[in-house]
């Protein structure tokens, strides 16, 4: 496995760390995510009924509902700057939520959260793979069953600028279905193989082809914050494993 991995690394990926961008955004984005958050989806404030908002809100709002529609177009089409600032920033405050002694991190307030994020904001690419890391998280933790066999996923319709945010949209994916497809395939093997099967029938196509038919372009590297316990890792060393295993545990399944 590990040799597969390193094979795929030496093909596909382009290091580029110490990438310096500046990430702009509206001034009342801050502001409504705090409110947002802290009014549990309800901030109405006649100052966020502005453009620059609808989308954010928009997203937020349907990400927060027991049934959603996160799968759709409109959600996985690359959003704006406004958009990904401000998911971020809410993330932020729900990982903050969880801080405390257990863990050997304080907990902020809610503010002070939002101002520290603020001098240190991600590169655009760690922003968009968080963005996708909700979407697919929430789509693995709502769809049961897996229900989304007639959804292509085509990452040319989406506004990707480039083969790297495709990549980005498509292992976030793999990180939370992927990962379950290794499950099935993995956990009392063979006897869950089935499992695995009627899961990837179910899953979403990318491309028009089921994800174990997927061929990765060449991509760049950057850095994402995986733990908040711990440094910015490689993007490509945490995610690329997800898909590697979650393909090679299929094909070892479709043998049986």
Known sequence: MKKIISILLFLSVSVVFGQNEKVEYHKSIPD????????????????????????????????????????????????????LVGHYLHKKLIWNS??????????????KVIRKELRNLPTQN???????LSIFSDILNKQKPMDLGTVDIDLKKLNLENDTEKVILFLAAMRNLGTQVSSYCTTKYPKNCLKAKLYVENMPTFNK????????????????????????????????????????????CLEN
């Open 32 to 83: 409504f995510v705090l409110d947002f958050y802290e009014s549990e989806g309800t901030a109405n404030n006649l100052e966020y009924q502005i453009t620059e908002i609808e989308q954010l809100r928009f997203f937020l709002t349907e990400l927060n509902k027991r049934k959603n529609k996160i799968i759709d177009s409109e959600f996985l089409i690359k959003p704006n700057m406004n958009t």
């Open 209 to 252: 082809v089921p994800f174990f038919d997927f061929e990765l372009p060449k991509f760049d590297d950057f850095l994402i914050e995986v733990d908040k316990r711990y440094p910015k890792m490689s993007f490509t060393e945490r995610y690329l494993p997800h898909f590697v295993i979650a393909k090679v545990g299929y094909a070892k």
């Open 98 to 111: 969880y801080n405390g002694p257990h863990i050997g991190i304080k907990k902020l307030s809610c503010a």
């Open 126 to 132: 760690e922003l968009l793979m968080h963005y996708y």
